[in-house]
């Protein structure tokens, strides 16, 4: 089966639109770990419009199923992370402006900078994964890093898809086949949803985890929250 790791930054955007604690992070992380999800995802950036550094931290203990921190390695991430020994640290790309996460690395002009990163992750018995587009030549250079796995970027997926377009998942196929040939392992995530995530879950070999997020925090909104993790479980089988 592979994993689905509830992304949990609309939670903490909805909380910090008003201040205070509420609706808690906290309380998400515990619920959705009880609801199936089978790990937390955060994504804190740097000026924590969402997710804060202290959420992270807030989030170590009580995280018991698989924890991952999503960002760009600037020192103050890394440092969080080390911090916090999360099971997983997924490295994107992502600008200080950016709404949302809109690229996978070039892992071939950073690859030095990728590898040297992963390194010292590693060195800390944290697992590691790149967050790339479904590119070949992007895979062979992850494979360089020394990562552990890659984070496929779906959005381009996802949007083809709602056109009606299935044949949108090819080069994804093509990225797993060769992620499996050179060992690495595959995670993926942006835009997946309820609508498609069984279709892609089922042309993806070997797909171990997706991280999913603003799909289903808005599928919650209408159909509850327990309701739609045990939905996406369904999917995943």
């Not at 201040?19 to 998400?28: E, H, I």
């Not at 071939?108 to 990728?114: C, E, G, R």
């Given at each position: 089966m592979t994993k689905l790791s509830v992304n949990i930054n609309k939670i903490a955007t909805l909380r910090n639109s008003r201040?205070?604690?509420?609706?808690?992070?906290?309380?998400?992380a515990i619920d959705v770990?009880?609801?199936g999800a089978h790990g937390v995802t955060i994504h804190p950036r740097p000026d924590e419009r969402h997710?804060?550094?202290?959420?992270?931290?807030?989030?170590?203990?009580?995280?018991?199923?698989e924890f991952n921190i999503e960002g760009n390695p600037v020192q103050k991430f890394i440092d969080l992370v080390l911090e916090t020994k999360p099971t997983q640290v997924t490295l994107v790309p992502d600008a200080d402006d950016a709404l949302t996460s809109n690229a996978g690395w070039d892992t071939?002009?950073?690859?030095?900078?990728?590898t040297e990163v992963i390194a010292e992750f590693k060195r800390n018995s944290i697992r590691t994964s790149i967050f790339v587009d479904p590119v070949l030549a992007m895979i062979e250079g992850a494979k360089a890093t020394g990562t552990d796995r890659i984070e496929l970027y779906t959005?381009?997926?996802a949007h083809q898809y709602g056109l009606g377009n299935t044949n949108g998942i090819q080069p994804y196929v093509e990225a797993a086949n060769l992620s499996n040939q050179l060992?690495?392992?595959?995670?993926?995530?942006?835009?997946?949803?309820?609508?498609?995530?069984?279709?892609?879950?089922?042309?993806?070999?070997?797909?171990?985890?997706?991280?999913?997020?603003?799909a289903l925090i808005c599928e919650s909104l209408y159909l509850g929250i327990e309701n739609v993790v045990n939905m996406y479980l369904h999917k995943l089988k």
């Open positions: 201040g205070g604690n509420v609706p808690s992070v906290t309380q998400v770990q009880k609801f997710i804060r550094y202290q959420d992270a931290r807030d989030l170590k203990s009580l995280v018991y199923t071939i002009k950073n690859q030095s900078f990728l959005e381009s997926f060992g690495l392992g595959i995670n993926a995530g942006h835009d997946l949803s309820l609508e498609n995530i069984k279709f892609f879950k089922e042309h993806i070999p070997n797909l171990l985890e997706v991280s999913i997020g603003h």
